[in-house]
């Protein structure tokens, strides 16, 4: 746990015969991931985040990390409010456009000073990778019925509605609540992940096995250096029929004794 924790971010991308990432800068991650990720989902208490189904974060306490749900919905509810009044200002006249521009500076005002205070807010967190194996057992899914009590927090004055394939509530078009298995069965889940069996197609001998992320990797490993060994082989083996169209069968009288030798080494071995 700590409150220190960087993603990278690029304002961006030069695409040549490679991509190049443009301007890029180091940011606070939670606060990063709550601001702009497309998909949030959160077990019951929000102590587990789960942002656009790769990366976890975990709070040590659930008041804190519901605070900070709470902060980030209220930041983008501000952020598409200014941008909304900003685009009808622009579309009415301009009568209208200077009566919408005190609105819209007001919402600025306010949006930058609770944003400030977001990014410097001091919240221990832990932020991993969610691995391919775990995907699918983070959900409690639709025929699961989540607790919807603690939907009231984020929105008190609306319905909410199930999500038809994660399970848990939909609170906005980003936030998914109470989707996400208990933290126990989670920690099963990544405890065991690594033997879990799944289907594979090797790349180099196109077999398709029932193997762990383990035994994935040693029939890897194993098919590399076969490949590597028939390769090295096949070099000999060119090698040498490359060496043998360049010479000859000599038997040499003295020795009894057949040789595979060069013109030049021939006639030398004759003169001999």
């Not at 205070?117 to 995907?135: G, H, T, W």
């Not at 909410?160 to 933290?183: A, E, F, M, W």
């Amino acid at each position: 746990m700590s409150n220190d924790h960087e993603l990278l971010a690029y304002v961006s991308l030069l695409e040549t015969n490679k991509p190049y990432l443009m301007n890029v800068m180091r940011v606070p991650a939670m606060q990063t991931l709550l601001l702009y990720s497309q998909n949030i989902d959160t077990n019951a208490d929000c102590t587990r985040l789960v942002c656009d189904s790769w990366l976890e974060v975990m709070f040590e306490e659930g008041d804190t990390a519901q605070n900070a749900v709470s902060a980030a919905i209220q930041l983008r509810k501000f952020w598409d409010k200014l941008l909304q009044t900003r685009l009808e200002a622009k579309l009415k006249t301009v009568d209208n456009e200077l009566i919408a521009r005190p609105r819209s500076i007001h919402l600025e005002k306010l949006l930058a000073r609770k944003l400030a205070e977001f990014l410097n807010s001091d919240i221990r967190y832990a932020v991993r990778r969610v691995m391919a194996a775990e995907q699918q057992y983070i959900y409690i899914g639709p025929d699961r019925e989540a607790d919807s009590t603690g939907c009231t927090m984020f929105r008190a004055d609306e319905q909410v509605q199930q999500h038809p394939v994660k399970g848990g509530y939909r609170i906005t078009d980003y936030l998914t609540y109470n989707c996400l298995i208990s933290n126990e069965t989670a920690s099963i889940v990544r405890e065991f992940s690594g033997n879990m069996q799944r289907h594979w197609t090797c790349p180099y001998c196109n077999q398709d096995i029932l193997v762990t992320v383990g035994e994935r990797i040693e029939h890897e490993v194993k098919c590399q250096f076969e490949k590597a060994e028939k390769e090295s082989a096949s070099t000999s083996s060119s090698e040498a029929k490359s060496s043998s169209a360049l010479t000859d069968l000599y038997h040499c009288d003295v020795c009894d004794k057949d040789y595979y030798l060069t013109k030049p080494e021939d006639t030398k071995t004759k003169e001999e």
